[in-house]
């Protein structure tokens, strides 16, 4: 039995890094907003048994095949399995949390979500959050979330504390994390070392400066920063974004130093937070890392899963500046030969994807930016619109054939 048709063509269509990268948005955006029906016993098997099956059926094409099972590749399947298992765990317990008085943003009520519906108590077995918070005055403390029982009767206070007092749901990190974490190193360890003793990777010839390999991949961890580079010119793609991910993700405890909810897994606490990082990582670092090695091949051109390399490629439109398409295709006038002023429709869409969306999160929510201070506000919106610039631009691409949004090769400087 072999992959029908239908399936072939859908997938290699759906090839194309614009739609991978919208597949995994929608998955998080399904993952955030339908997490207690998602995470559910019945459709967390129907999901893992269809893309089993389907998985499964791909295999039985020859070039898909030889993309999947490549010694190099599989570990990418294996970072994808174990990312989904992981993600699942979180959410899972997110949603668990999320029903108990320890996740309820501040002002709101225990009582308010009383109605909700959900499956299994707030401290029903799932995976291994822990948990910090409070509990509101006069209503019992919730289960400590992921473990199955309730916290110690006494409170932060000690002791001897009255019913009425407020406690603070703590948990140790050993055995309750660690142990967990123990468990995971030791089946990746385990997984690891049976796959270097089943795949056959041999040495190749020495490193040869006249005879480059085609397609030049880097190591798969790198394989989203050298899509990135067919995007954007290296100091941007290859050196500027990575630098701006690194400094993001240490200044987030500082952009967002609000502790309640902190130590635990939970959506109402956070949902602009944690729905950032979830697109972050999951559509563009994991998507960029599955476009990479699956879908470039010789020429770094773009071929569908079930496109042997060197067959039918994936092709966009003709590439070029959005100088060139605002002045010569919109307009139907030459280029102006002063720079600023050919670049100039690039400068001001740049200044308005960048200013204008924060100036209207501002008037919609001027208690967000009253809280977070003019500083924090303003560097959160660059980072967050930095972030989705760079789907937009694949976008561009892809869609419309442009390469750059300002483009000046005269000393070269290119966006």
Not at 135 to 153: I, K, L, N, R
């Amino acid at each position: 039995m072999s992959a029908p048709w239908w399936l072939r063509e859908i997938l290699n269509f759906a090839s194309r890094p614009p739609l991978v990268l919208g597949f995994l948005a929608a998955l998080v955006f399904a993952a955030v907003f339908f997490r207690r029906r998602l995470t559910r016993p019945i459709p967390t098997i129907f999901v893992a048994a269809a893309s089993a099956a389907i998985f499964a059926l791909c295999l039985s094409d020859g070039t898909f095949r030889g993309k999947a099972l490549d010694a190099d590749n599989a570990v990418v399947f294996l970072l994808l399995s174990l990312t989904a298992v992981v993600l699942w765990t979180a959410i899972r317990e997110a949603a668990i949390n999320d029903r108990g008085p320890t996740a309820a943003p501040p002002g709101e009520a225990a009582g308010e979500r009383s109605g909700e519906s959900g499956d299994g108590a707030a401290g029903g077995p799932a995976g291994g959050g822990i948990a910090t918070g409070e509990s509101t005055p006069g209503t019992p403390p919730a289960a400590v979330p992921g473990m199955g029982y309730p916290p110690p009767a006494e409170s932060a206070d000690g002791p001897g504390a009255g019913a009425g007092a407020t406690p603070d749901i703590k948990v140790t990190t050993w055995p309750h994390l660690l142990y967990i974490e123990l468990i995971a190193a030791v089946f990746a360890t385990v997984a690891l070392a049976a796959w270097a003793m089943i795949a056959d990777a041999p040495l190749e010839a020495p490193a040869d400066p006249g005879r480059s390999p085609n397609p030049a991949k880097a190591p798969w961890y790198f394989a989203g920063i050298q899509e990135m580079l067919a995007y954007f010119d290296p100091w941007l793609g290859g050196a500027f974004i990575p630098a701006l991910i690194v400094l993001g993700l240490a200044a987030i405890p500082y952009l967002d130093p609000d502790p309640s909810g902190a130590g635990m897994y939970t959506f109402r606490r956070r949902p602009a937070a944690v729905a950032a990082f979830l697109f972050g990582f999951v559509a563009l670092w994991i998507g960029l890392i599955m476009v990479g090695t699956f879908v470039r091949g010789p020429d770094w051109d773009a071929y569908g899963i079930f496109e042997p390399w060197g067959g039918a490629r994936l092709e966009c439109p003709a590439e070029r500046p959005l100088s060139d398409a605002f002045w010569e295709g919109l307009l139907g006038r030459e280029l102006p030969a002063w720079p600023p002023a050919r670049e100039l429709p690039g400068i001001l869409l740049l200044i308005a994807y960048f200013a204008v969306p924060p100036l209207l999160a501002a008037r919609v929510a001027p208690d967000v930016r009253r809280r977070m201070g003019a500083a924090r506000f303003w560097m959160a919106a660059f980072l967050i619109l930095a972030m989705l610039g760079i789907p937009a631009v694949i976008c561009f691409r892809w869609l419309f054939g442009i390469r750059h949004i300002v483009s000046i090769p005269e000393v070269p400087f290119n966006i």
